[in-house]
């Protein structure tokens, strides 16, 4: 027998598809599609997904995602439902619980792989200093740069050109 396909929340659109309708978050319908689900997943953006399962024992929503053999949870209070606003704000704490479980060197790897598209873009014959002052500006606007974004964005170049085996040219 198939396995059941999770449904999927899309929290841009805070929406989910069933069938042929769209159930809008936080409406009498979700409220009601929530009475018969056990778990569902949240489209957040490339690699942001995360999964909420009822966890029927406790009473409660418990959010987790898994990046880099790395899991992490966060949990609704007991009588707590998953809105639009707290599926949000679970998002964000995976993050948090996530970036203080990684490992500097495992950031770096997740970040070269999210921009591994645009890594041919940023290297090449375009000097480093241009590509860190470029990511700098992307990292923080302008008006607020740092020697924290400076460092993000080298850490960034670094990464991309661990990712192209470009080499280091100062």
Not at 161 to 170: F, G, K, N, S
Request: with cysteine.
């Amino acid at each position: 027998m198939a396995k059941a396909k999770t449904p999927v929340v899309s929290l841009a659109q805070k929406s989910i598809r069933v069938g042929t309708a769209l159930i809008e978050l936080d409406s009498p319908a979700w409220q009601a599609w929530l009475l018969h689900r056990q778990a569902f997943a949240v489209a957040v953006g490339p690699g942001q997904d995360f999964s909420v399962r009822w966890l029927a024992a406790r009473g409660i929503w418990a959010a987790y995602r898994t990046v880099g053999g790395v899991q992490v949870f966060t949990y609704l209070r007991r009588g707590e439902e998953p809105t639009a606003e707290r599926l949000a704000t679970m998002n964000a704490d995976l993050w948090g619980r996530m970036r203080a479980q990684l490992s500097d060197d495992a950031v770096d790897a997740l970040i070269a792989a999210a921009l591994a598209p645009l890594a041919p873009l940023f290297l090449g014959s375009v000097r480093p200093e241009t590509v860190v002052e470029s990511l700098t500006g992307s990292v923080c606007p302008p008006a607020q740069e740092n020697s924290q974004a400076r460092n993000i964005a080298i850490r960034i170049f670094a990464a991309l050109q661990r990712l192209t085996e470009a080499p280091v040219e100062h």
